[in-house]
């Protein structure tokens, strides 16, 4: 059974960082490529960074030069490291598994994130 469990979730002020973090299990995590989106309220879910098998990373605009993203294969956990946070990132954040050869695809629960003062 594939799980992705996010962690790391909270309410912060405009300015401050957050880091999320994706365990998964179920899944040969190092086959993966994982990816973080986010849903605000009456929004649609959109993309905020990916990583490839191999670490190659790519962002949405909107968080580029705020937002890292890293993966550990040996712990089978992705991160998304959120700096300078600003009220419209806050959304549900949701990590995601894709393999694009076999269109395996597998979500988690999400995580609320909220800036606000």
């Known amino acids: 059974q594939v799980q992705l469990?996010?962690?790391?979730?909270g309410l912060v002020q405009p300015g401050g960082s957050l880091r999320l973090s994706c365990t998964a299990s179920g899944?040969?995590?190092?086959?993966?490529?994982m990816n973080w989106y986010r849903q605000a309220p009456g929004r649609e879910?959109?993309?905020?960074?990916?990583?490839?098998?191999?670490?190659?990373?790519?962002?949405?605009?909107?968080v580029k030069d705020r937002?890292?993203?890293?993966?550990?294969?040996?712990?089978?956990?992705v991160y998304l490291q959120?700096?300078?946070?600003?009220?419209e990132d806050t959304a549900v954040y949701y990590?995601?598994?894709?393999?694009?050869?076999?269109?395996n695809d597998y979500w988690g629960q999400g995580t609320q994130v909220t800036v606000s003062s």
């Open 5 to 9: 469990v996010e962690s790391g979730g």
């Open 82 to 87: 959120m700096n300078s946070l600003k009220p």
């Open 45 to 62: 879910r959109e993309f905020v960074a990916g990583i490839t098998r191999v670490g190659s990373a790519n962002y949405a605009v909107s």
């Open 67 to 77: 937002f890292t993203i890293s993966r550990d294969n040996a712990k089978k956990m």
């Open 27 to 33: 899944i040969i995590f190092s086959l993966y490529n």
């Open 95 to 103: 990590c995601n598994a894709r393999q694009v050869y076999t269109g």
